[in-house]
């Protein structure tokens, strides 16, 4: 299993949050070569205000020790928000695989800067499906990352 | 209302996870001088490794557009984590009132630095709740922050 086989994983969970009507950002956790956590955005579907798919897939792999997340590889689908990115801190995970940042570009910096190993595949098909969506539901996107409608998105 | 009447309103929250089981930390949202959300940590409540006292109060707060959080002061009992301050800075909340941050600092410098304005009120009740709680159950505690048990607590 390498970083793409995982991060089709994380777009297989960003489809199905599609498939649910919600906002199509998959994301799975890695440890040991093994799927720990997968999930993506529930905004819609739970009415959610936190559950981002990072969020989502933290949540899956349940209350863990601290220790836990050192050797965990978080895939997700786009690039982390500020949110996604504290979470992403607090465990101390020390690697993040993100498929795409074209659509939107999160805290790479901040990960980066507080040593987080950062590797951005610029995937076709997860670019594909974000785009599609941020064209069809606009304001859904806008409200995921707090933005003004006609602001541009870069948070 | 004013910012030690808020606090108080955090403080209940806090003392409710205390009286669960929890840790306790609360947290309000207030918007026009009325609490908007409430919550309190809920790691051990809900077996989760998001709910945060300010990401359950978020998420209490339901599904909002952007524009809604910029009128948003939050009240928390504890300095917030990384996690949590992600959080304030996706949804650009402007204002945040720490009850204390003696027991643990958070990421104060990182919401200065984004232009947050933070208020430490060093609340004596906030200390004491939380440094009872933090001798009485040092490694949920850790667990909480992420910590190895005998790794100082700062993030």
């Known amino acids: 299993m390498n970083d793409s086989t995982f991060m ?3 777009l297989a969970e960003a489809r199905r ?3 649910e009507g919600g906002v199509p950002i998959g994301c799975v956790l890695v440890r040991d070569g093994e799927i720990v956590g997968a999930g993506h955005n529930r905004r819609v579907q739970r009415d959610s205000a ?3 798919a990072e969020m ?3 949540e899956a792999t349940g209350r ?3 220790a836990f997340y050192r050797d965990v590889t978080l ?5 982390p928000c500020a949110m996604c990115t504290g979470a992403i801190l607090l465990y101390g995970i020390p690697r ?3 498929g795409e940042h074209e659509s939107f570009m999160g805290e790479e910096d901040l990960l980066a800067e507080r040593g987080v190993q950062v590797s951005v595949l610029n995937d076709h098909d997860c670019r594909t499906l974000m785009q599609r969506f941020m064209a069809d539901k606009p304001s ?3 409200e995921d990352i707090a933005e003004q409608d006609d602001a541009p998105a870069s948070r």
Chains 1, 2 share one sequence.
């Open 56 to 58: 989502d897939a933290l």
């Open 140 to 142: 859904l996107w806008h």
């Open 17 to 19: 949050g599609h498939d």
């Open 8 to 10: 089709a994983e994380a």
């Open 75 to 79: 895939y997700t689908t786009l690039s």
């Open 64 to 66: 863990q020790p601290g």
């Open 50 to 52: 936190i559950l981002h």
């Open 96 to 98: 993040v695989v993100i």
